[in-house]
């Protein structure tokens, strides 16, 4: 069974930081791109960053210079370090990996989402 765990979640004060992480396991042919999205209350899930297999990355403008995101691709991981956190970054955070199972059938994997609260 193939699944995204993700870990790292929390409270923290503005200002503070945190390390999110996200395994992907099971029966995996090939791992491409993978990020983290967030969905704050009322709100619609947005991306946060993503990087590819390459290393490439892109993220939301609200994030630039604050979060920086890494994967190991001999571990299957990916992380999201997170500096700088502001009240507006509470959010329940999702790991998204594009996972193929079997060659030429990519499809989209999510995680089970991590609760970040930012507040003092």
């Known amino acids: 069974q193939v699944q995204l765990v993700e870990s790292g979640g929390g409270l923290v004060q503005p200002g503070g930081s945190l390390r999110l992480s996200c395994a992907a396991s099971?029966?995996?042919?090939?791992?491409?791109?993978m990020g983290w999205y967030r969905q704050a209350p009322g709100k619609q899930r947005e991306l946060v960053a993503v990087?590819?297999?390459?290393?490439?990355?892109n993220y939301a403008d609200s994030v630039k210079a604050r979060f920086t995101i890494s994967r190991d691709n001999a571990k299957n991981t990916v992380n999201l370090q997170m500096n700088s956190l502001k009240p507006a970054d509470t959010a329940i955070y999702f790991c998204?990996?594009?996972?193929?199972?079997?060659?030429?059938?990519?499809?989209?994997?999510w995680g089970q989402g991590t609760q970040v609260t930012v507040s003092s």
């Open positions: 099971g029966k995996i042919f090939d791992i491409n791109t």
């Open positions: 998204n990996a594009v996972l193929t199972l079997v060659p030429g059938r990519p499809s989209v994997y």
């Open positions: 990087i590819t297999s390459g290393g490439s990355t």
